[in-house]
Every structure is written in C-alpha cells, then in structure tokens.
C-alpha cells in the first residue's frame, strides 16, 4: 500500500527523539501481538480459589522520638495493654513519643493451613514521622467476616530513612515513605481454609479480562484434549467438566494441573489508552484507519517586556521616570497536510506522523480527533 504525503511546504530533517520513541511504542507491540500464547492460568482463574484478606489494629514500639506526638488513640491502646500485665496507668499520664498506632494488612493465599505464616504490611495512622526500628506488638489479624483469624507480631522492615532535625533552623532528609512497613512472615495463621471449588464434578474458569473469543479459544482447546469437557457459558466464564475417571481428589488435581498447562491465544480488543500526564499512547489490536486528512501545525507566540530607566537633568527637581517596552513575537510552523487512505495500520499512521515531526502529544490531539471523525473505530480511553 502506496500512502501519499502533501505538504504545504517542503520539510524536511531529522526525526526527533520522541518521535522514534513513538514509533518504538506503537509498532513493537503490534508486531508481537498476533501470535502470542499464553497457559490458560496465565489468563484466568478457577472460581472459589481465593485469597484471604486480613485486617488488623496494633502498637509499633520502639522509635527513636519518631512516634505519634500527642494522640488519644495511642495513649489509650497502651495503657490498655499495660493493664494486662497488672500495671494500672492513666493514659493521660503516657507521654511517650516512641510508640505509633498501626493498621496491619494482609493475604492469606488460597489453600493455607493453621500455622502457615504470612507477610504483612504496617502503616501508621497517626502523626508518626517514621516507623524505622521498631517492632509490632502482637495484634490480631480478622477476616472480612470479623473473624480472628490470625495474629501478628515482629521488627518492620522499611524500605528507606528519615534522619535530620525538624523545626526551625532545622534540616531534614528522607528517602521514601517511612510510616509503611513490612514483616516477612510477621503473622501466623489460626485457621485454614476451606475449599470447595469443585461443583458436581464441574468447575467455573474465569477470564481476568472477559472476551466471547477467547473464552471460545478456551473451550476448543479443552474440548481438543478432553472432548466434550468445556462449555463457554459467557463472555467471563468456561465451565469445565472433570472426567469421570479423575473425580477423585488425587486424580482431579492431576486433570487440573493439565488443564493450566492448555495454551490458547487470547484476543485483543482494539483499544487506544492515553495517558495525557505523561503523553504515553498504547494501541492494541487490530487498529485501523478509515480515509481522512490530517492538517498539522504549531503556533507560537512570545511575548516579552524590558523595562527603561529615563533620569533627568541633574539641575532639575524630576524624578527618574521607567517605562517598559513591550515586544510580540509569533512563529507559526509550517502547516502539514496528510492523507490517510482507508485501512491504515498503526505502523501506517506512526510512520506517517513521524515524518509530519509530531510530538506523543500531538499525536494524543490528533488520534482523538481521528476517533471524533469517527476514522478510528475503536475505544478510547484516558487515564
């Protein structure tokens, strides 16, 4: 396919740097994405199999003076656990600045036991400056139900520092967030899960990014290895028949591990998200361009003022008189015209446009009006 170019004026010149950025980003995923394969666990998930999310209120002790300053809720929660070890202390009467109130979150994956251990993650809900060096005293972890379900305890672990003084004729200096925090292994489970994900002798496959042809692909890849097994019953969901044979717990584990290794290849819809922050463009798909014409040119205008001192006559009374000058300059570029023909590919149009010197932003402006024309059959999104 032949694509015309009618400029205005002649232009010509180096290619600019964001420029082959763009056409880095626009052409290398499509060149890769007809002939992808994934496992069928890569792309979905088996219904019932589901992680755990744990909850949980604690006391970080243990900082240098980098604690909550003057807070209620902190003052309260020690002097609540004081009182269980027979110390009886107002909690007026606790002025300590080493001690932070803490929310503790967690994951238990699918299939945990009681005794099994997992990470958290601490972060202060008061005025703490830092959780560096400090050590979570035991707090117990609950489920959505608001069910104990696991109990956490240990030294954080922060990914960077805050040293310095504060105040003024101070100076400070920190390196990323401080009041978060983690603990490897910092919670022991008190209960296991229990899983029932087998359904009379069915199971429910689910599609993390829902599509009627890939949940097709999936069911003829199934039914390819064991016939008549799988059933798409929308655009989200397969449901999967285990054999007779392999119902047993042992034998269904066997058919399920096959079943992840299954590879399909997953459509992509046709898609163009644009991040206008950050002036990044990501097309997917089959992107194609209808006829149109495309008119491209920049206008810039400076405006700029000097200001001039005028001092009188030494014999005279005057005051010194300023006056500003004020100075207009525009520079228009030269306005480019393109011509789309009907089915331009991506590769089509960012080759184009690179030799048109447009920016990732431009490129934004531009594809959106394409879509507005109604040139650009698909989505547009904009984060």
Same mark, same amino acid.
């Given at each position: 396919?032949?694509?015309?170019?009618?400029?205005?004026?002649?232009?010509?010149?180096?290619?600019?740097?964001?420029?082959?950025?763009?056409?880095?980003?626009?052409?290398?995923?499509?060149?890769?994405?007809?002939?992808?394969?994934?496992?069928?666990?890569?792309?979905?998930?088996?219904?019932?199999?589901?992680?755990?999310?744990?909850?949980?209120?604690?006391?970080?002790?243990?900082?240098?003076?980098?604690?909550?300053?003057?807070?209620?809720?902190?003052?309260r929660t020690m002097a609540n656990i004081l009182q269980n070890f027979q110390i009886a202390l107002p909690s007026k009467d606790i002025k300590s600045k080493n001690v932070a109130a803490v929310m503790v979150t967690g994951k238990a994956p699918y299939f945990h036991q009681k005794g099994d251990?997992?990470?958290?993650?601490?972060?202060?809900?008061?005025?703490?400056?830092?959780?560096?060096?400090?050590?979570?005293?035991?707090?117990?972890?609950? $489920?959505?139900?608001?069910?104990?379900?696991?109990? @956490?305890? !240990?030294? +954080? *672990? /922060?990914?960077?520092? &805050? =040293?310095?003084?504060?105040?003024?004729?101070?100076?400070?200096?920190?390196?990323?967030?401080?009041?978060?925090?983690?603990?490897?292994?910092?919670?022991?489970?008190?209960?296991?899960?229990?899983?029932?994900?087998?359904?009379?002798?069915?199971?429910?496959?689910?599609?993390?990014?829902?599509?009627?042809?890939?949940?097709?692909?999936?069911?003829?890849?199934?039914?390819?290895?064991?016939?008549?097994?799988?059933?798409?019953?929308?655009?989200?969901?397969?449901?999967?028949?285990?054999?007779?044979?392999?119902?047993?717990?042992?034998?269904?584990?066997?058919?399920?591990?096959?079943?992840?290794?299954?590879?399909?290849?997953?459509?992509?819809?046709?898609?163009?998200?644009?991040?206008?922050?950050?002036?990044?463009?990501?097309?997917?798909? $089959?992107?194609?361009?209808?006829?149109?014409?495309? @008119?491209? !040119?920049? +206008? *810039? /205008?400076?405006?700029? &003022? =000097?200001?001039?001192?005028?001092?009188?006559?030494?014999?005279?009374?005057?005051?010194?008189?300023?006056?500003?000058?004020?100075?207009?300059?525009?520079?228009?570029?030269?306005?480019?015209?393109?011509?789309?023909?009907?089915?331009?590919?991506?590769?089509?149009?960012?080759?184009?446009?690179?030799?048109?010197?447009?920016?990732?932003?431009?490129?934004?402006?531009?594809?959106?009006?394409?879509?507005?024309?109604?040139?650009?059959?698909?989505?547009?999104?904009?984060?």
């Amino acid at each position: 396919m032949t694509l015309r170019i009618h400029t205005m004026m002649a232009a010509a010149g180096r290619l600019g740097r964001s420029s082959i950025l763009l056409t880095t980003l626009l052409v290398g995923p499509l060149e890769l994405s007809g002939a992808i394969e994934a496992r069928i666990k890569d792309i979905g998930r088996i219904d019932g199999l589901n992680d755990t999310e744990l909850i949980g209120y604690g006391v970080v002790v243990g900082l240098s003076g980098t604690g909550d300053k003057d807070i209620e809720l902190t003052k309260r929660t020690m002097a609540n656990i004081l009182q269980n070890f027979q110390i009886a202390l107002p909690s007026k009467d606790i002025k300590s600045k080493n001690v932070a109130a803490v929310m503790v979150t967690g994951k238990a994956p699918y299939f945990h036991q009681k005794g099994d251990r997992v990470d958290i993650q601490v972060s202060s809900v008061g005025d703490a400056t830092s959780l560096e060096g400090g050590i979570l005293l035991m707090a117990p972890l609950l $489920d959505a139900d608001g069910k104990l379900y696991a109990l @956490a305890q !240990g030294s +954080l *672990t /922060v990914g960077g520092y &805050s =040293t310095g003084v504060g105040g003024p004729g101070g100076q400070t200096q920190t390196k990323n967030y401080t009041t978060v925090g983690r603990i490897p292994s910092g919670a022991t489970l008190a209960r296991e899960q229990k899983v029932d994900f087998i359904q009379g002798g069915r199971i429910r496959f689910v599609l993390r990014h829902p599509d009627f042809t890939t949940a097709g692909r999936i069911m003829e890849a199934v039914n390819a290895r064991y016939e008549n097994s799988a059933t798409a019953v929308n655009a989200g969901c397969v449901l999967i028949r285990i054999p007779e044979t392999m119902q047993e717990p042992a034998q269904a584990a066997v058919f399920l591990a096959d079943l992840e290794a299954i590879r399909v290849t997953p459509d992509i819809q046709s898609r163009i998200i644009v991040n206008e922050r950050t002036g990044t463009i990501v097309m997917g798909g $089959d992107v194609r361009v209808s006829e149109a014409i495309v @008119a491209h !040119g920049n +206008l *810039t /205008v400076n405006i700029g &003022s =000097t200001l001039t001192a005028y001092m009188p006559n030494s014999l005279t009374k005057a005051n010194p008189v300023v006056t500003e000058a004020v100075e207009l300059r525009t520079k228009e570029d030269p306005a480019k015209v393109l011509l789309l023909p009907g089915t331009a590919t991506v590769r089509d149009l960012a080759d184009l446009l690179n030799q048109l010197g447009t920016t990732p932003r431009d490129m934004i402006s531009i594809l959106e009006a394409l879509h507005s024309l109604g040139a650009i059959q698909m989505e547009v999104i904009t984060i």
